[in-house]
């Protein structure tokens, strides 16, 4: 009876403490925070990344933000029940090439895989304007020559063993590897997918030798056709993999110290959660991990909205990311290119450029004025941080073109320095090019911002979508600051700036409304007609793999769900598109389904007509993406208090190219949930993380969810 009523009150004792969820978003500038508590509310914070040890800014954010919930870090970390996170560790170490020394085993006469890199190396990721083959050239080698090393074996196309694995030739093998002091190992042997057995015998090798030693296997990462994309994406997981396990490992420990008690849960580029460990193991599926949170933040309140087709653009300090959201699900790519590595893996669709407003503008010998990709980042940058930084940036040209209120600049928390910027403009860019400083800000910002219109129609022409058939998401910190213009150059009739003041930390937002997520994948190549027996079996192995570890994860049955995908192409053709594949019983309707709608999508891609059944159509891999459903915040109406609710109407001068010059402008700053009337342009909304400029013709509303609604006339 005691113990029972011990039990009750327990149970009322938990029930009357606050739980949170807090998910944190580390770019390259600054570091975004979002703790949403048990009924759903959200608060947002910031500070500055904290570059190299991102881990000082991750717990400074989240520290910030607390106190705006009157708590402090101590006091919130226990009461945490999710702690997530998208980390740019994979990123940075791609982009900078940092990575460690990868030492890589291969079957005999293929060593040279990663270096030929089946042609497509030169030209890989870049833009066509760049496509001039004199001017190309391949990236430098991720893992030289002297650390390849090939072992004798060989596995036909249907797994069978055609020459057994050479044990004491391998032993030699890995042990020269080690003896150049490599801090990774990648093993990638043909045909390992449909036979993995000699791969792991050779882990089992490296670890008998080395046990501490970090080994990725193809078919483990990517267990796929295509000799050079599945080595190339296994090496990089390797060469990334020991950079994010320290990583992770000394943030767990600094929150565990300050008493966090649950799991820590790392982003995929796919747009799902999965454990810190797994993410040590599979760190090469975290390369996109906090644009991706982005996407899935506008899914989730594009579902709410009934939007089903969006385009997702993220202005942060040091990139522009885009993404689409086409009927209500994001755009996947089975393979991406990353510093002109083809990988095969499966990520949300984003393309980035260094466009953001760390992004320095320089005057080349020419006397052309450039902007980007180069970026002061977080440490110095801009110049009107005050941090010793000395080139300009965008964000300088928004100070001083007034854009941006020096001292408002996150709700007023951080100074800027408006006379640096000036000079700093005057100096570097307006005398060179004979310009006055406004006229040199407004040319930075307008080259800024057609940088990230020619990105938006790249991104969706490509792909066969028109931009003026969508609504855009103006979001991260300088997203609804730059977005106003390049939407209104796209000629799109609507943009959002999604939940207000959260706009600026959106990818940490759409973080914490992500689910847990797996992807499980099988090459297994044959050409219509094809058994219905043998994609059912294709299917029910990865089905099984999924849901067995889901339930190991503590995923409950009912919030397990199953999405099915091919990849398809016409006979002879080497590039595949990737097709949704229907739920349930497998049978010729399902596969004459499948057909109908891999036809519609590559005539999307490459035009009406160009379609061609007669020549055979290829089914090549099979993929099914497991989640595992995770709680989400709530979207209510805002209720913000008597303090929030305070908005100031003021007046200052703003230089708008459009009217000529500067105007006196109506600010709007402060919350905006309470204020119903028609905000018309030429005028600028300042929320306390983002600010919003309203051009000459655009008009924005305020919905009940804090929303931003900006419509630009159409004429």
Known sequence: MLNHIHSNLERRMKMEVEEYIVSVDTGGTFTDCVIVNSKGQVTVGKS?????????????????????????LEQLLPRTIQFIHGTTVTTNAMVERRGVKV????????????????????????????????????????????????????????????????????????????????????????????????????????????????????SEIVPKIGEYERSATTVINSYTSPLLSGYVNKLYEGLSSKGLKTQLLIMQSIGGLMPANEAERLSVTTLMSGPAGGVMGAKFLGNKYGHANVICTDVGGTTFDVGLVVNGEPVISSTTEMNQYTLSLPMIDIVSIGAGGGSIAKVDVGSTLLVGPDSAGARPGPVCYGKGGTEPTVTDADVVLGFIDPDYFLDGKVKLYKDKAVEA?????????????????????????????????????????????????????????????????????????????????????????????????????????????????????????????????????????????????????????????????????????????????????????????????????????????????????????????????????????????????????????????????PSIIELPTTTIPVYPGQTVQVDSLGSLIIHNSVE
Do not use: C
């Open 425 to 681: 403009i005057r100096e570097k860019i307006a005398i060179p090019l004979g310009l006055s400083v406004e006229d040199a800000a407004a040319g930075i910002v307008e080259i800024a911002n057609s940088h990230m219109a020619d990105l938006i129609r790249k991104m969706s022409i490509e792909r066969g979508y028109d931009p003026r058939d969508f609504i855009i998401y103006l979001y991260g910190g300088a997203g609804p600051t730059h977005g106003t213009a390049y939407g209104r150059d796209l000629g799109v009739k609507e943009m959002i700036v999604p939940l207000g003041e959260t706009a600026a930390v959106y990818s940490a937002f759409g973080i914490s409304s992500s689910d847990i997520s797996h992807v499980y994948e099988i090459s297994d190549p044959a050409v219509a007609p094809w058994n219905v027996k043998q994609v059912q079996d294709n299917f029910l192995y990865l089905e099984d793999k999924a849901i067995t570890q889901l339930l190991e994860e503590n995923v409950k049955n009912e919030h397990i769900r199953l999405d099915r995908w091919v990849e398809m192409r016409y006979k002879g053709q080497v590039h595949q598109v990737d097709v949704p594949f229907p739920s349930g019983a497998i049978h010729e309707q399902a596969l004459s389904q499948v057909v109908v709608e891999f036809e519609s999508r590559y005539e999307t891609l490459y035009g009406k007509g160009s379609a061609f059944k007669e020549g055979g159509i290829e089914l090549v891999s099979y993929r099914v993406n497991a989640y595992g459903k995770l709680p989400k915040p709530s979207l209510e109406a805002k209720t913000a208090n008597e303090a929030e609710q305070q908005l100031v109407i003021t007046n200052r001068s703003v230089y708008w190219k459009e009217l000529g010059g500067y105007r006196d402008t109506t600010i709007y700053r402060g919350n905006l949930a309470s204020y119903k009337d028609l905000i018309a342009g």
């Open 48 to 72: 500055h990344s904290t570059p190299p040890d991102f881990s000082e800014g991750v717990l400074e954010s989240v520290r910030v933000t607390a106190e705006k919930i009157g708590l402090t």
């Open 103 to 218: 030492g890589f085993l291969t079957t005999v006469g293929h060593k040279d895989v990663l270096h030929m890199m089946r042609i497509m190396g030169r030209t890989a990721g870049m833009p066509v304007h760049q496509l001039q083959l004199s001017k190309t050239s391949k990236p430098e080698a991720i893992v030289p020559k002297q650390l390849i090393e090939e072992v004798y074996e060989r596995v036909d196309y249907k797994g069978n063993v055609i020459a057994p694995l050479d044990l004491e030739h391998s032993r030699k093998a890995i042990q020269r590897l080690l003896d150049q002091d490599v801090k990774a190992i990648a093993i990638s042997l043909l045909w390992s997918f449909k036979n993995p057995e000699h791969e792991q015998i050779l882990k089992k090798l490296v670890k008998e030798l080395a046990p501490e030693m970090t080994v990725s296997l193809s």
